[in-house]
């Protein structure tokens, strides 16, 4: 059987061939960079700091042909790797395409894919943290909790340059279990008798992340300070306690402290009930607006004669020291006797200079005059009218005498004469004293 080919019949094939190779053609020069869709498989929420595989699953969306998609592992995670299935970040892939020979390449946390023929609706699966050959394959997620965890894609279907997928896979990384306490606010520093600022105490996972409880958690509140309490509430609602309670679902409680003594203060933290690692912060508690006066020692006893040292001090409302914030001339006052300078017991004082910044100064007191009681009263007074104005402070002070000085010390008979017959008599009386004509004890 003899068959004839009509020319037109060969201009219909020749045609038909051409648009084929057009079609093809056009496919290629139009196959669009960053084409395709990213899905990362398990998609749940990945806990900080847990070893976990990942499978990073790319679909086409055009005909691939020498092309090739990069896969970046985020920051903080194992970083990727090849050369050992024994080591962490270990990484494999498949397709129901065909891959190069050399389908993996990786450089930093960059995975690069290298696809010989995929077609459009196929897939490339990226095992990353593989473990299938060895459990030490597996990769670490970061410690730090962060939502939308990009694993960023981008696809290249024909060799010519990548682009970012228009919406690469991404992971919430959540807090782990709570490990811990902390303080959630700086240290705090208030004047006595008033209110720290609000605190902040925080339950946290190992790595420092919020960690929010599962059900309502005590947590104890200790300062180092007897003098010192806690109140959830501040202000006119400051009703003291030893606890506060962080609610279900938060991993935060306030609360406000108060103390009346100056110094620094440590304030511990624990939850009642758990092992977490408790927490512990200093507060600074300074002293108050200058108030009074007060003298050092009070109610002493004091030789005849002697030079006594006094101690007068600015405090606060609370007895605390409290600096001066400018000079203040405080007036002398003594029933009787003198005050001095310390380095100069010559010349009596009437006033005596506390100096700006300070909140004490000493003097010297003497009297010669025995009186054991009532004691001498002494008084210290704030008369020069510069504020702040000073309660005035008061002490007493007992003189008792001072040695034997035979000197000052006298014998009497009332006769002179008496005659041995067991009825005379001679009355003697003796005056014993110290150098300053007090009268000893018993005298």
Excluded: C
Aim: charged share 15%; proline share 5%; no cysteine.
């Amino acid at each position: 059987m003899k068959i004839e080919i009509h020319s037109s019949m060969r201009r219909a094939a020749r045609a038909g061939m051409m648009a084929l190779f057009a079609l093809v053609l056009s496919s290629a020069l139009y196959a669009a960079e960053g084409s395709g869709t990213g899905s990362i498989i398990p998609s749940l929420d990945v806990t900080a700091g847990s070893l976990g595989t990942w499978t990073l699953r790319y679909t086409a969306a055009d005909t691939f042909v020498s092309g090739s998609i990069e896969i970046t592992i985020p920051a903080g995670w194992s970083a990727p790797q090849i050369a050992n299935a024994a080591a962490a970040g270990y990484v494999t892939v498949s397709s129901e395409g065909a891959l190069e020979a050399a389908p993996i390449t990786i450089d930093g946390y960059g995975i690069t894919i290298h696809i010989a023929a995929l077609d459009t609706g196929q897939t490339v699966d990226v095992v990353y943290g593989d473990q299938s050959i060895d459990a030490v394959g597996r990769a670490r997620a970061q410690i730090a909790a962060h939502t939308g965890v990009e694993f960023a894609v981008r696809s290249d279907p024909d060799g010519v340059g990548r682009a970012p997928l228009a919406l690469s896979p991404s992971l919430d990384v959540v807090a782990a279990a709570i490990a811990r306490l902390t303080f959630a606010t700086p240290s705090r520093t208030f004047a006595a008798g008033g209110e720290s600022a609000v605190i902040r105490v925080r339950t946290e996972d190992e790595f420092g992340n919020p960690a929010a409880v599962s059900a309502d958690q005590k947590i104890d509140l200790v300062s180092s300070a007897t003098s010192g309490s806690f109140s959830h509430l501040s202000g006119g609602s400051f009703a003291e306690t030893d606890s506060v309670t962080i609610l279900t679902g938060e991993d935060t409680v306030s609360f406000y402290y108060r103390d009346t003594a100056a110094g620094a203060k440590t304030m511990t933290v624990s939850a009642d009930g758990q092992a977490w690692t408790t927490a512990q912060q200093s507060v600074i508690v300074t002293p108050g607006t200058p108030f009074r006066l007060r003298a050092f020692p009070a109610d002493t006893t004091a030789t005849a004669g002697d030079y006594v040292r006094f101690r007068l001090r600015v405090e606060d409302a609370y007895g605390n020291p409290s600096p001066l914030p400018n000079d203040q001339t405080i007036t002398l006052s003594a029933e009787a006797g003198s005050f001095f300078s310390t380095s100069n017991h010559t010349t009596p004082l009437a006033t005596v200079v506390i100096p700006t910044g300070a909140d004490t100064v000493h003097l010297d007191y003497r009297h010669t005059i025995k009186r054991i009681f009532p004691p001498y009263l002494l008084a210290f007074y704030d008369l020069n009218g510069v504020l702040p104005t000073l309660e005035v402070a008061s002490t007493t002070i007992a003189i008792d005498n001072a040695p034997f000085d035979a000197s000052k010390s006298e014998v009497f008979a009332s006769n002179t004469t008496a005659t041995a017959n067991g009825a005379d008599s001679i009355q003697v009386t003796v005056y014993s004293r110290d150098s300053f004509w007090n009268g000893l004890d018993g005298s």
